[in-house]
């Protein structure tokens, strides 16, 4: 019987699955890596830390199913997006620890770009807004306080990649060095309109264009890997894409108007537009969903900085909770959130308001709010921002929204569940597997390597999914988001 192998690289961490021809999911191991906070709003990933988690999960993996790992067809992998890092051409080890989507440290030069009038010229080659989420300004941060960064890019010495980049570039010992649509779309680098690393972009930011990846469609051969020795022979390397793309294309959102959210570290709701590059000008982006056959498919995307970090943070910093399980429990302790609101604007707030210097409040709170309000109002603010940006959506695409296809992590979450289609107003459709971005980048996988003819062949793959539908009242749900919005609005002030 084939197998094949997914590599599933995260913001939290990163997790290695063996999935049958049909879909189904073998098994999985997942290995989490640290978090660095070196200043306030600044966030870093160790990228040693990352190739040797995903060694150990898919040695882990191997370990247990032995009887398959020489079926292994092919390798995939998706990963955590606009995360960004420079690493030795000649030996593969970073120069940095990798700056994450995340972090803040490229506002001062965000801001001087926008000064500078130069929003509207990027904005009609890339899609996006300038803004410190996406890679560039990370890149020119690099360059300018970073020595030995800027000598070795000047020199050739040096590489830039996604996280997708870094791996199949160790994976295949510096013989490949690419990437795909999906992740050089969110550089603030990639014309997505002519499908090409843009010369101007590259000195806007200071970035030589020569370190920067070969981009390849997803069902490219991106290399070939014998992960470093576990394997006894070489697989080839197909199927690489964004993970929220990829959660995307496991959706099966194929179609113009079918939309998705993911409920993962950050939130991503996507709206897939067709083949027609289109511009909004509201907070939305345009980016590439994906291609295939050599044509480019375009989505809007409304970006949430922090989803299911928000129950992170409630955990890790502020010790409310031991396991991230427990909201549940602790938000239906309450019958309501007692007028208390938390606005995770940790890393500034993203679509629709896009304000970089915003910063996290609790508001509302009295001599009564307990322990149970602050966890209840953190679990109902995710539902806030996808209510926000689905607002934001429907009102720049014209389509009428009958429902949200959801997945990622946070999705076991009943009560959070329920409440975001009690506020959204709409059927909530959680798959079963909360972790589709896997899924999609080996589906892209099938696709490139000749297991599968044609999207048609995916209809037969397993898709169950739970119905969530809204029961709230409507001037009810409608008095629980006009307090968010006056909440966010105390925060923007």
Request: proline share 3%; charged share 20%; glycine share 6%.
């Amino acid at each position: 019987m084939k197998t094949f192998l997914t590599i599933d690289q995260s913001t939290s961490a990163t997790k290695a699955l063996l999935y049958d021809k049909n879909g189904n999911c073998l098994d999985s191991e997942s290995v989490d890596h640290r978090q660095i906070y070196p200043k306030p709003g600044w966030v870093e990933h160790d990228p040693d830390e990352i190739w040797s988690n995903t060694q150990k999960a898919i040695q882990l993996l191997f370990n247990r199913n032995s009887s398959l790992v020489n079926e292994i067809a092919f390798l995939s992998i998706t990963n955590q997006r606009e995360t960004i890092l420079v690493f030795d051409k000649e030996t593969g080890a970073p120069l940095y620890n990798a700056i994450v989507w995340q972090c803040r440290r490229g506002d001062p030069i965000c801001r001087q770009l926008i000064e500078y009038g130069q929003h509207e010229l990027i904005r009609q080659k890339t899609g996006l807004k300038i803004d410190a989420y996406f890679s560039a300004s990370k890149l020119k941060w690099l360059i300018a306080n970073q020595e030995e960064i800027k000598n070795k890019l000047s020199s050739g010495e040096a590489l830039i990649g996604t996280i997708d980049a870094y791996l199949i570039y160790k994976l295949t010992q510096g013989q490949s060095l690419a990437t795909d649509y999906t992740n050089a779309s969110r550089t603030l680098l990639y014309d997505i309109v002519n499908l090409e690393w843009d010369e101007t972009l590259c000195q806007t930011f200071d970035v030589p264009m020569r370190s920067l990846p070969t981009v390849l469609e997803s069902t490219a051969m991106f290399g070939e890997t014998d992960i470093d020795g576990l394997l006894n022979k070489k697989i080839p390397i197909y199927g690489i894409m964004g993970d929220s793309q990829a959660s995307l294309f496991a959706q099966r959102c194929f179609e113009p108007g079918m939309i998705k959210s993911t409920f993962g570290t950050g939130s991503s709701v996507l709206l897939n537009i067709g083949s027609d590059f289109k511009l909004t000008d509201s907070g939305a982006m345009t980016t590439i969903a994906w291609c295939y056959d050599g044509k480019a498919t375009y989505s809007f995307e409304g970006i949430i900085n922090y989803c299911a970090a928000t129950i992170s943070w409630l955990k890790n910093q502020m010790q409310l909770i031991d396991d991230p399980r427990e909201t549940e429990t602790f938000a239906q302790a309450v019958s309501d959130n007692g007028g208390v609101y938390l606005v995770p604007a940790f890393a500034g707030l993203s679509a629709p308001y896009w304000n970089s210097e915003a910063r996290a409040a609790i508001v509302g709170l009295s001599a009564h709010s307990t322990k149970n309000h602050i966890v209840r109002a953190a679990l109902e603010s995710i539902a806030y921002q996808i209510r926000d940006v689905l607002d934001m959506m429907k009102n720049d695409s014209g389509v009428c929204l009958q429902s949200i296809h959801a997945d990622g992590g946070a999705t076991s979450n009943q009560f959070l569940m329920q409440f975001t289609s009690d506020i959204a107003g709409l059927d909530l459709l959680v798959s079963n597997d909360p972790a589709l971005s896997p899924l999609g980048a080996f589906m892209m996988g099938l696709l490139g390597s000749g297991e599968c003819a044609s999207l048609d062949d995916f209809a037969e793959f397993p898709r169950k999914m739970i119905r969530y539908q809204s029961t709230m009242d409507e001037s009810m749900a409608n008095t629980y988001y006009n307090g968010w919005k006056a909440a966010v609005q105390r925060v923007l002030d």
